[in-house]
């Protein structure tokens, strides 16, 4: 194995140094002591403990069990490194035959190899460090004695006479070691900070990479079903576009016909003409009333209402197309466009919870505020601006401000209700704030047996009765669409809003007796639709 590839399989994943005293965790991944430590200390505080390389979980902390074996293979890694060769500095005794100097002397200004370095004198002054050869960079730049104390104040490192008589006189200091043991902590900190960081982007880079692996699933069957679904809508066109070409060709052989069946009456005509003057012209009394067919020839009208209907249509023919068909053909095609909208682009039923500040006091809520039913005995909540004071309404917790989003209700619990979308801005008292009967609020009705839609007082009464007891209120915010859906078998589009919204939106429900309850209903959402789509293209 190369020296690098071995270097960073002996790096510490927390500190990113190579191992000092490692220890390994269960899981059987290596740390420093001091670095893993660190880590427990931290995760102690959050009721459990995980490895910050592979995240298993501990239930109380981990012990830490020395690992001698990589230990040593750290230990006979470094000792085989050429430091000093490597950082070019040579013991400054050894003239005749250079050899790497160990550590360098501050006051003397000399770096030394292990023969030299054990001759040398002990005494305090004389400061060792790392081999260097920029001495001067640890000497000041005013006084040219060595660095030993560091200013807090100024946060720079200065010498002794700096703290004698120099600029720095007064301040607070520290020994070098000491400010560095504090930076260390310092850093130390930062580390155990982005350690928890790049925990939290990884979480995020597997949630994503989990999506992905989810929408390439759906995407198969999605693209499977556009597949289909677009190749039956161009053999719906081009089956529109074969009838409509014959319609137009025929409407020429339409008047063929009708010209070949007049010179065939024509030469009828002609043949009675012709056998009458016959008869004109005979002498003989007896024979001429004694012919058997002259009630025939004398017959004119025979067929000339219907001919003279059939030659008008034809003149006046424009151009035989059956346009309520096409019509009906094209708002077909339309209605499962409108669908595959809906079904694509929905992300699931949204989660409606009721917010009770703003329940009538003559509803009840539930517990798990899905349902919402008309009381007889008032609730006692305290009257506030939110709540609604004049109509047993409520609105949803949850608003909507954009996106594309859908809600079912079952309805089959009342036979008096409204449910719809709301902006928060409706008002909460008086006669105009029932849903629907403002500007702000969109609603679909059921009063005894009537069914309707309203917004701003108006009423659309429905052709048919809602045959089902879910309805599904959907909502694209973007394009400015509220649409109320029977969830029948298969499901029925009831009527769609259009317009522009100013505000967030919330659902909203009006219950006059009875109860209404929030439900769900995706998987069903999506196979509805589908049938849908399947019976229009019927």
């Known amino acids: 194995m190369a020296s690098g590839d071995l270097r960073a399989e002996l790096e510490c994943s927390v500190c990113l140094n190579i191992y000092t005293d490692p220890v390994n965790l269960r899981c059987g991944h290596n740390f420093c002591r001091v670095c893993i430590d660190l880590v427990l200390d931290t995760q102690g505080g959050s009721g459990g403990y995980s490895c910050p390389e592979c995240r298993e979980k501990f239930p109380d902390r981990p012990a830490l069990q020395r690992n001698i074996t990589l230990r040593n293979i750290v230990e006979n890694f470094l000792s085989a490194q050429p430091h000093q060769e490597e950082s070019g500095v040579f013991c400054t005794h050894c003239v005749d035959s250079p050899v790497p100097a160990v550590r360098s002397c501050l006051l003397c200004e000399v770096s ?11 005494s305090p002054e004389h400061i060792l ?49 000491e400010a560095s043991e504090k930076k260390k902590e310092t850093l130390r900190n930062v580390v155990q900070k982005l350690l928890t960081k790049r925990e939290e982007t990884e979480e995020r880079v597997q949630s994503l990479q989990e999506h992905r692996r989810k929408v390439e699933e759906e995407a198969a069957g999605d693209t499977e079903r556009v597949t289909v679904l677009f190749r039956d809508l161009r053999r719906r066109l081009e089956d529109l576009e074969k009838r409509i070409l014959r319609e137009i060709s025929g409407r020429a052989e339409r008047i063929s016909i009708s010209i070949r069946d007049l010179e065939i009456k024509k030469e009828e005509l002609s043949r009675k003409m012709r056998h009458i003057e016959e008869l004109c012209n005979m002498m003989d009394p007896l ?54 909208n ?112 309203r917004h701003d007082s108006k009423v659309i009464l429905l052709p048919t009765n809602i045959s089902s007891n879910r309805v599904r209120i959907y909502l694209d915010y973007e394009a400015g669409w509220i649409s109320f859906y029977d969830l029948c078998d ?41 049938k849908l789509m399947t019976s229009q293209g019927q």
Request: hydrophobic content about 30%.
């Open 112 to 122: 030394l190899c292990d023969k030299h370095l054990r001759v040398h004198k002990k």
């Open 129 to 177: 460090c790392d081999p260097t050869l920029s001495m001067e960079s640890r000497k000041c730049s005013v006084h040219k004695k060595i660095l030993e104390y560091y200013c807090t104040e100024d946060e720079t490192c200065i010498c002794v006479s700096c703290c004698m008589i120099g600029g720095h006189k007064g301040h607070e200091m520290e020994s070098l070691d």
């Open 287 to 340: 024979t001429v009333l004694q012919e058997s067919d002259t009630g025939d020839l004398c017959d004119t009208e025979d067929g000339d209402n219907e001919d003279r209907e059939r030659h008008e249509k034809l003149l006046h023919d424009g151009g035989g197309l059956d346009v309520a068909g096409i019509s009906h053909t094209l708002h077909t095609l339309s209605d499962i466009i409108r669908e595959v």
């Open 342 to 453: 809906v079904d694509f682009y929905i992300q699931g039923a949204a989660d409606i919870l009721l917010d009770v500040n703003t329940a009538h006091n003559l509803l009840h809520i539930s517990d798990d505020r899905k349902t919402v039913s008309r009381s007889d005995r008032k609730q006692n909540r305290p009257k506030t601006p939110e709540r609604f004071q004049y109509y047993p309404q409520v609105l949803s917790s949850r608003s909507f401000s954009s996106g594309r989003h859908y809600w079912e209700v079952d309805v089959g619990g009342s036979d008096w209700w409204i449910v719809g979308m709301c902006h928060p801005s409706i008002e909460r008292g008086g006669g105009q704030s029932a849903i629907g009967n403002n500007k702000k609020s969109w609603g679909l009705v059921r009063s005894n047996d009537q069914y309707g839609v």
């Open 490 to 530: 298969p499901i029925r589009l009831l009527h769609t809003f259009t317009t522009t919204f100013t505000e967030p939106l919330h659902a909203g429900i009006y219950v006059y007796k009875g109860c209404i309850k929030i439900c769900g209903g995706m998987g069903r959402c999506k196979k509805s639709a589908q």
